[in-house]
């Protein structure tokens, strides 16, 4: 039980280390790719400057607008924050180390995504702003549409298991990754994963240069902070998810399991954040036409024939 | 002056021509006193009448005049409008003027040009000149609680004669009242179809609003249904200020109407000083600064570049070409010692003369820039999101273009071949080797397409002039050559007191009005001066080309969502100090 304990805390600060740790990364990376340093004064190479950038978060003056909706105003980011903490918990790091296996443990990553949407929603609801109402908008028909993707693009990878459970899904991975027979539903699940956590290039519900910070436009000091993290917690787990689904999670040679788990994690969370540096964004209905035109149609196609091979081969 | 004596006496040959009589100017341009009652006649005449018309209106601006002294060939009038049209078909420009006297009442020519529109309420908030039948006549550059019109000459120049600024609770209750938003004002209504329509207000602080400028939105959802620039937010008073400084001091004021155009702006400047003082510069002088002009051409185009693919989510690109636009300003540096506002031409020549090495430096940047655009063109041209984002948004037809006033590359854009340096070149603009290029649609990445390719025409043009720099002198020997030569001012007491009198008071130019006009980096760039014999000039009219620009934005995004009106802002390339001066 104690051990348990243990455990569970040593992934939660694992994570929260990770998520904050992450936005110096991402700054130091996109510097690198755009020619530039990013944050390097805060201890040596920069590294204490996620610590920096929270002393001044958490002694900002916590300052509802006054025309806000308060309650919803102060729920929204808490929302996001329990929503992708409690993803974690269903994903096996290493052939011992998770902090607990369910059997519908790729049922409950999507009901927690799905509840992510209403963060911000809300907040964008809450705010009673024009621009934060137009990034709830936004938001609202963004993930919703990709919500349904994201699962259709994972119907492969469970009949190859046979398995909603994470684990087993992992474990069937072991001679060959799903990324190569459902390769379709990677891309499909990639894409969706990005419009999930709305990172540039489907960063639509903020899109600085149209809505000037979208849903959080109202939002300062630690509750802003919390969209924040969210978003990298967001970023960690949806590469965690792609690792654990398409991967082969914590399999490779050499090297421990835990350690093989991590650079395929940072590999992707680098490619989140190259995305980032190199890609424009679509414009909404643009974004929308993507989906349910391309998408659906391949992870439809890929579902059904995934299922005929199988059976075929029974 | 006979090319514009054959003009005028083609029009007064010419069927149906109003009468008008014409008035000599420094520039050559043909100027035209009509009858107030006969100027919309007029003006139609020359727009849709005469053969090779006049299109575009490319200028309309007022002289308050009842102080000028040397005036003795014109009409007597108190306020002169000055209306200033130009043609394609002929490369030329014709100036009609109509004098106003008593009430300043002129008829208003909105339904000849759409773009007479802002033209006519900047007169009326100026000069108070009240245009009759205009649709919506109100204060566009000034705040609406002003008092009196700037450019009238009874108003003051100066905070120092203003009196001390108060702001007590009622007049504070007064302006923040005037703040508030009513859409009746702004000729929009609150609903369509029985559904309330959402107003949305972008800017004057916005990110992607590229500087103080406020578009309000009437949106229904995302799409926009009406949009209405308003504009003033950057408005310093520059053609005011130009009435208070020596025709030498106000170089550095013209530095900072474009800002991105650095010495671009001192161009047009000092040229038409140059006509007015009739000095011929030399050909070293001619050539470096078409060369340093060229230069800022590309670095305004690269910051444009840069935000313009920022605005449809690419972030990288604007940090590379900071590193260009770097290496830029470092040559400006060296050779003018400034970066953004050089303020580098004089009257007759430029400040100093290159320095030693200078070719090295510019042989660096022309090795170092054809490989960055080609990869500008991969990332950003080619790439198929940008494509997919700017294809088609925000479209207009040449006509429409030139019926709006839009000129520069936002003209050749929409597919017309035209190109000051090459149709009327100017500062031996003619002896060079470069291409124009132009664009089919004129959307969004036509307008931005054009100006990647003019970088690659700048850098021809600038490799041209390194190495064909001709030797002699960095300034014209002539009297009014600010500051003058000084090499006989020690042997001859004369030229010492001329000297002497030249830079402590600034030269005294001789009476009489010009133009001078140039390829500025986004559009055409004009000033029209008169000067009525003194050491400042009487009025300097300063024509920018983005003013006409915003003015067409809510033509181009009526129908299209926010996302398209950030690239449709992006495309135009504004800066606001060049829209309010």
Known sequence: MLLKIAEILFIFGVLILGAAALTWVERRLLGLWQDRYGPNRAGPLGILQPVADMVKILTKEDWIPPFADRVLYVIAPAIIIIATFMVFAVIPLSPSLGVIELNIGLLFFLAMASLSVYSVVLAGWASNSKYALLGGVRAASQMISYEVFMALSLAGVIMMAGSFNLRTIVEAQQGLWFVVPQFFGFVAFFVAGLAESHRLPLDLPESEHELTAGFHTEYSGMKFGMFFLGEYVGVIVTSAMIVTLFMGGWHGPWLPPLVWFGLKMAFFVALFVLLRAAIPRPRYDQLMAFGWKLLLPLTLANAVITGGVLLAGS | ?581
């Open chain 2, 1 to 581: 002056m006979s090319e514009a004596l054959a003009a005028t006496q083609a029009l007064e040959q010419a069927p149906g021509a109003p009468d008008f009589r014409s008035q000599p100017t420094a520039d050559a341009v043909p100027t035209l006193w009509v009858a107030a009652d006969q100027l919309r006649a007029m003006l139609r005449f020359l727009k849709h009448e005469i053969d090779r018309p006049y299109g575009m209106l490319y200028d309309l601006t007022a002289i308050d005049e009842r102080l000028r002294q040397h005036r003795a060939d014109q009409p007597a009038s108190e306020c002169t409008l000055v209306y200033q049209l130009f043609s394609f078909e002929r490369d030329d420009m014709i100036r009609v003027k109509v004098a106003l006297a008593g009430d300043w009442r002129a008829p208003t020519i909105t339904d000849l040009w759409p773009n007479a529109n802002w033209y006519e309420r900047e007169v009326f908030d100026l000069f108070g000149v009240d245009f009759e039948g205009h649709p919506h006549l109100t204060r566009i550059i000034m705040s609406p609680t002003w008092q009196g019109h700037p450019l009238r000459k009874e108003h003051p120049a100066r905070a120092t004669e203003m009196g001390p600024y108060e702001l007590p609770d009622e007049k504070l209750q007064e302006e923040q009242d005037a703040l508030r938003f009513r859409p009746e004002d702004w000729g929009m209504e609150r609903k369509r179809d029985g559904a309330e329509l959402m107003f949305l207000n972008l800017g004057p602080n916005h990110p992607s609003a590229h500087g103080v400028f406020r578009v309000v939105l009437q949106l229904d959802g995302e799409e926009i249904v009406d949009a209405v620039p308003d504009i003033g937010y950057h408005h310093r008073g520059a053609e005011k200020m130009a009435e208070r400084q020596t025709w030498h001091s106000f170089i550095p004021y013209t530095d900072r109407i474009d800002y991105l155009g650095g010495v671009m702006n001192n161009f047009p400047y000092v040229m038409a000083a140059e006509q007015l003082a009739g000095i011929q510069v030399p050909d070293r002088v001619q050539v470096t600064r078409i060369m340093l002009s060229e230069l800022f051409r590309i670095s305004s185009h690269l910051l444009f570049l840069g935000t313009f693919l920022q605005d449809v989510g690419q972030m990288s690109p604007v940090f590379y070409m900071f590193t260009d636009r770097q290496k830029i300003y470092d040559i400006i540096e060296g050779v003018c010692g400034f970066r953004m506002h050089p303020a580098w031409f004089r009257i007759g020549g430029l400040a100093q003369d290159l320095p030693q090495g200078w070719e090295k430096a510019v042989k660096q940047f022309l090795n170092w820039m054809p490989a960055r655009l080609r990869e500008y063109e991969k990332m950003g041209m080619k790439n198929a999101l940008v494509k997919k984002r700017t294809r088609d948004i925000g479209a207009y037809t040449y006509e429409e273009a030139i019926d709006w006033g839009v000129t520069g590359p936002g003209l050749r854009a929409a597919g017309l071949e035209w190109d000051l340096r090459k149709q009327r070149p100017y500062s031996g603009y003619e002896q060079f080797d470069f291409d124009v290029p132009t664009g089919k649609r004129g959307d969004s990445y036509d307008r931005a397409w054009v100006r990647f390719e003019e970088m690659r025409q700048s850098l021809r043009i600038i490799e041209q002039c390194m190495k064909n720099m001709p030797a002699g002198e960095y300034k014209a020997r002539h009297k009014l050559t600010t500051p003058p030569v000084k090499d006989h001012t020690m042997h001859d007491i004369e030229t010492l007191i001329h000297h002497f009198l030249s830079v402590s008071w600034g030269p005294v130019m001789p009476v009489g009005e010009t133009s001078a006009m140039v390829e500025a980096t986004k559009g055409l760039n004009s000033y029209y001066m008169i000067s009525d014999g003194g050491n400042m000039s009487y009025r300097t009219r300063i024509r920018t080309p983005s003013f006409p620009h915003l003015q067409m934005i809510p033509l181009l995004c009526r129908g299209m969502m926010i996302p398209d009106l950030i690239a449709i802002l992006g495309s135009i390339d504004f800066v606001m100090a060049d829209v309010d001066r």
